[in-house]
């Protein structure tokens, strides 16, 4: 790591010109622990505010400016989307989850979307409540993760449209889930008060820690190292961040107090330079670390700082990075009150144009190292080398310029639904405006009036034909005399 450091400890952050920056977008209000954003080569995705339902934007990161204010929307949930993630390895095709207890995956077309989308190519539905969390599996390309508020987490092969299995070992709200490199251990934090190591496929506990004196809020796996980093609160309400050996969590290796702000810290690793990133939700300030294999563990290097507090931020994967600019890492600050979308480049200061080789190395591709099916199977590592560790890497040398030709396919499934009064409860599109919103008020108010007058009319024919039917028995004795 020394010859990284030389070069880490000067890394700076720049705030994208005005011109390159997103703006006009209706961020999302909504208190959830969220990021709201995601983001990937090709695409910038953000959580909106709506009416009557929940929707998210989807915009090429190339065409960046003002958002046209009746720019189309990804809309088909029912309730308010709680996070989205673009998969790492089909860069068209996003997940979300809501509070109407479902989670959908949808296919961007080329050059981003011309009108409202409302149907999703894949609904999927496991969850009894809100769905708050989805994580992508980091080598499969069929494997998604979800947890719900439920305190489950189910785990979906997407090559069947079905959830495989479901880890109910939490006895709370999971508000955190992070994967280590080969996707072979998941680690959670939860409203429990416990940090968890989990085997997914088996769904055994591996380790936990019951954390008193640190209450953790989110965790992250650092690489390679076997180590995680949790961020939370200390017994005397201050932001405070500890480091964990993940073999044994019976008590962290490292504590350090941050500061005595009540924002939630989001932590932020970057293996290849082995950096870490602290930033506060509703401050604007980013604080980044090295972390190494040996005291003191974590090294302060520098803060970023700015006056506009961020509600959450989006990271673009390595290879959509400016490697010409020396660009390490790139965040995407979501700011609530201006309607912005700020990028922010993290930089190493170099003098020549040249690729720097050092603060580069291979990283994890685009191409997925396993099907879901050979991951449920129990495959880690590589078959043609046993000494190959998932996921595939690649070399950011020449530019991002090798496409997946993969092709994501959706499976098909006889399509279900929940008709009522000849209505498709679940396609009906909510409103996404005010008038709209009004324009169905009224529908339904003349409709509940028709069924009314409706349900009035049989009352009336049924008392007629009971009242006949009395008649009818009245008269029968009388018929039977004679």
Not at 161 to 171: L, Q, T, W
Not at 190 to 204: A, H, Q, T
Not at 443 to 454: A, F, S, V
Request: charged content about 25%; proline content about 5%; aromatic content about 8%.
């Amino acid at each position: 790591l020394t010859w990284i450091s030389i070069y880490i400890s000067n890394v700076y952050g720049k705030v994208a010109n005005r011109e390159h920056c997103f703006d006009g977008i209706p961020i999302t209000k909504n208190v959830h622990d969220n990021h709201f954003c995601a983001v990937n080569a090709k695409f910038l995705a953000i959580v909106t505010e709506s009416a009557g339902g929940g929707s998210f934007i989807v915009i090429p990161v190339s065409q960046a400016g003002r958002i046209d204010p009746h720019h189309p929307k990804v809309c088909g949930h029912q309730g308010n989307v709680l996070d989205i993630k673009w998969n790492p390895f089909f860069e068209n095709i996003i997940a979300s989850c809501s509070e109407d207890s479902s989670v959908r995956v949808w296919e961007i077309p080329e050059g981003g979307l011309r009108r409202n989308m409302t149907e999703a190519m894949m609904e999927l539905y496991g969850h009894s409540r809100r769905v708050g969390l989805i994580e992508w599996h980091p080598t499969s390309s069929g494997i998604l993760f979800s947890a719900g508020y439920d305190y489950k987490i189910l785990i979906w092969n997407l090559e069947i449209g079905e959830p495989v299995k479901m880890i109910d070992c939490h006895s709370d709200v999971i508000v955190c889930m992070s994967f280590n490199t080969d996707g072979s251990l998941l680690a959670t934090s939860c409203k429990d008060k416990k940090l968890r190591v989990i085997e997914p496929r088996s769904g055994r506990v591996l380790q936990h820690a019951s954390c008193k004196n640190h209450r953790v809020n989110r965790v992250v796996f650092l690489g390679n190292m076997k180590r995680l980093l949790t961020t939370g609160v200390s017994r005397w309400n201050t932001r405070q961040i500890a480091l964990w050996d993940q073999e044994d969590l019976s008590m962290p290796m490292v504590e350090e107090e941050i500061d005595g702000l009540s924002g939630l810290l989001f932590p932020f690793y970057d293996a290849d330079t082995h950096m870490l990133y602290l930033a506060g939700k509703g401050d604007g300030n980013i604080r980044y670390y090295e972390i190494t294999t040996e005291k003191p563990y974590l090294q302060y290097l520098m803060e970023f700082r700015s006056p506009a507090p961020q509600k959450g931020l989006g990271v673009m994967p390595k290879h959509g990075l400016d490697v010409t600019a020396c660009e390490v890492f790139r965040f995407y600050k979501l700011v609530t009150l201006k309607g912005l979308i700020e990028p922010i480049s993290m930089i190493v200061p170099r003098r020549s144009e040249t690729y720097q080789e050092d603060i580069y190395p291979m990283t994890a591709g685009t191409e997925p190292a396993l099907s879901a099916n050979d991951w449920l199977s129990g495959i880690n590592r590589g078959t043609v080398h046993a000494t190959c560790l998932y996921p595939v890497l690649m070399s950011l040398k020449k530019g991002y310029q090798k496409p997946n030709q993969l092709v994501f396919k959706a499976p098909v499934k006889e399509k279900k639904g929940v008709v009522v009064n000849g209505i498709d409860l679940l396609e009906n599109v909510p409103p996404r405006t005010e008038n709209e919103l009004l324009r169905m008020f009224f529908r339904q108010q003349e409709e509940l009036r028709k069924l009314k007058e409706e349900l009035n009319t049989k009352d009336v024919k049924i008392r007629q034909l009971e009242l006949e039917l009395n008649n009818l028995r009245n008269v029968s004795p009388v018929g039977n005399n004679v």
